[in-house]
C-alpha cells in the first residue's frame, strides 16, 4: 500500500511542480514593484492567471515576494486568504533561496510545492506556493487497503473451509482403506476400495485394487497348484498302492508276473520323481534373485545338441525334426537354464503332435535379440485358453495321459526361464493346425 501511494503523490507532485513553473513564468514578465501597488493592470492580470489556474488544476495558488509576504492569493475567502500576511514556511523560505521545496502535510492531507521567481528587472526572488488536496490519494488507498483486508478475510475464510471439507474428505478415504486393508490382513482378499472420484486417492486405490487382484489371483493359483500336485501324486501313488497290495494276495504267481508288476511300480516312482524334480526346478527358477551363471552361448550349437538329444523320442512318435540356422548367434545367458527352457518347449511339440508331423526350430536375430522359433504341427491350443497355456500342471487335451502327457511343467519352467533372462514368450496357435512359440531372448544382458 505504502507503494501505491508514494507512486501517486509522486505523480501529483510532478504535475503541481510542472504547474508551479507554468505560474512563475507569468509572474516572471511582471515586477514586483507592480504586483505590490494596488490597481495596476499587472496585479490584474496575475491574478486572472491564478485564478484560471487554479480552477483548471484544482490547486491553490499563492504570489509571495522576497519578503514572505503573499502578495496574491488564489483563495478569495476572507477567513482563510493568506494574502498580505507573511508566510514564514521552509518550503517558502527554502524557494526565497533558490530552493524548489515540496512538503506533504499529513494533519490536512495538503500537498505543498514552492518553486522560485525571479524579477528580472529588479532581480528580487519571490517564490509561487502551489496548495493541493491530496485527501483522495490517501482515501483511495485506504479503500483499497480495506478491501484488500476483505478480500484476505474472505479468502482465509474460504481456504479454511476447502482445507476442512478436503481433510475431512482425504481422512474418510484413508480410513476407507485402512478398513480395507485390515479386513485383507484377516484373510478376506476379495474386498475392494470402492472408487467414486479422480483424486491422488482414487489412484492409490486402483494400484491396491490392483494389487488386492493379483494376490486373490495368486491364492488361487496356489490353491490350484496345491490341487494339481496332490492330483499328480495320487496318481501314481494309488498305482503303487494297487501293484503292492497285489503282489502281497496273490499265490503261487509265475515270476513273469511279479517282474511286470515290479516294472509297473517302477515306472509310476519315475513318474514321481519326474514330478518331483520339475517342481524343484520350477521352484528355483521362480526364484528371481538366483545367481545366472552367465557366459557366451553359442545358440545354434546349442538347439543342435538339444535336437540331437530328442531324436530318439521324435524318431520313436514318427514325427520328423527340423531346424533352421538363419544367422549365427551367440548370447550371454545360462547355458544349463535355457537348454532346459528350449528342450521342454521343443519335447512338448514331439508329444502333441501326431505320427508324421513336423517340429521345426528356427534360429534368427537382429542386432538387439536372438529369436529362437520352435513351430509344431500339432493339435494346437484354441484361442481362449491360450494365455492358460503356462500356468504349472496345464495340458490341452485334459486328459492326463501317460503317453502325451508329462508333469504340466515344462512349460512353466521355459517361461519362468526365458523372464529370468529378461527375455519373453510368445504363443501363437490354431487347434488342429498347430503352434508356434517365439522365444526373444537379449543378445547381451
Known amino acids: 500500500m505504502a507503494e501505491i501511494q508514494q507512486y501517486h503523490l509522486t505523480v501529483r507532485t510532478n504535475e503541481m511542480r510542472l504547474n508551479a513553473f507554468r505560474v512563475a513564468d507569468a509572474v516572471a514578465r511582471r515586477t514586483f514593484d507592480d504586483l505590490e501597488r494596488p490597481d495596476t493592470p499587472s496585479l490584474a492580470i496575475v491574478q486572472s492567471a491564478i485564478n484560471r489556474y487554479s480552477e483548471e488544476w484544482d490547486v491553490r495558488i499563492l504570489v509571495i515576494n522576497d519578503r514572505a509576504r503573499v502578495l496574491r492569493d488564489s483563495n478569495h475567502d476572507v477567513l482563510d486568504s493568506y494574502a498580505g500576511q507573511t508566510l514564514l514556511r521552509p518550503e517558502v523560505l527554502n524557494a526565497l533561496n533558490r530552493q524548489d521545496t515540496t512538503v506533504l502535510r499529513r494533519n490536512d492531507y495538503a500537498l505543498n510545492v514552492a518553486v522560485a521567481v525571479h524579477d528580472e528587472i529588479s532581480g528580487r526572488v519571490g517564490a509561487i506556493l502551489l496548495i493541493a488536496d491530496v485527501s483522495d490519494i490517501f482515501d483511495t488507498v485506504a479503500e483499497i487497503r480495506n478491501t484488500l483486508i476483505l478480500y484476505s478475510v474472505a479468502v482465509g475464510l474460504l481456504v479454511i473451509v476447502l482445507v476442512f471439507v478436503m481433510s475431512h474428505r482425504l481422512i474418510a478415504a484413508l480410513r476407507q482403506i ?67 497290495e497285489s503282489i502281497l494276495t496273490l ?195
Open 251 to 445: 499265490e503261487s504267481v509265475p515270476e513273469e508276473v511279479y517282474r511286470e508288476f515290479f516294472e509297473d511300480i517302477n515306472s509310476e516312482v519315475d513318474r514321481m520323481t519326474n514330478i518331483n524334480n520339475d517342481l524343484l526346478a520350477l521352484v528355483k527358477v521362480d526364484q528371481r534373485e538366483q545367481t545366472l551363471h552367465l557366459a557366451p552361448v553359442n545358440i545354434n550349437e546349442l538347439v543342435e545338441d538339444i535336437l540331437k538329444r530328442l531324436s530318439p523320442l521324435a524318431e520313436k512318435k514318427k514325427v520328423v525334426l527340423l531346424y533352421e540356422e538363419v544367422r549365427l548367434v551367440e548370447i550371454d545367458a545360462d547355458d544349463v537354464k535355457l537348454a532346459l527352457a528350449i528342450s521342454n518347449i521343443v519335447e512338448n511339440g514331439i508329444k502333441y503332435t501326431p505320427r508324421g508331423g513336423t517340429v521345426k526350430v528356427v534360429v534368427d536375430s537382429d542386432h538387439q535379440f536372438a529369436y529362437i522359433t520352435i513351430q509344431d504341427t500339432g493339435i494346437g491350443v484354441p484361442e481362449e485358453e491360450q494365455d492358460k497355456i503356462f500356468n504349472r500342471f496345464y495340458r490341452v487335451d485334459k486328459t492326463r495321459d501317460r503317453d502325451t502327457g508329462g508333469t504340466g511343467l515344462g512349460l512353466a519352467i521355459a517361461r519362468s526361464t526365458v523372464l529370468l533372462h529378461n527375455g519373453s514368450i510368445r504363443l501363437t496357435s490354431k487347434p488342429e493346425e498347430g503352434s508356434v512359440f517365439i522365444l526373444r531372448l537379449p543378445i547381451r544382458k
Open 178 to 244: 485402512m478398513r480395507v486393508v485390515q479386513r485383507m490382513s484377516m484373510g478376506k482378499l476379495n474386498v475392494r476400495i470402492p472408487i467414486s472420484s479422480r483424486d491422488e486417492y482414487s489412484v492409490l486405490s486402483k494400484a491396491f485394487n490392483n494389487m488386492a487382484e493379483k494376490l486373490e489371483q495368486q491364492e488361487k493359483t496356489r490353491d490350484e497348484f496345491v490341487s494339481n500336485v496332490s492330483h499328480e501324486m495320487k496318481t501314481p501313488l494309488s498305482a503303487i498302492k494297487v501293484l503292492s
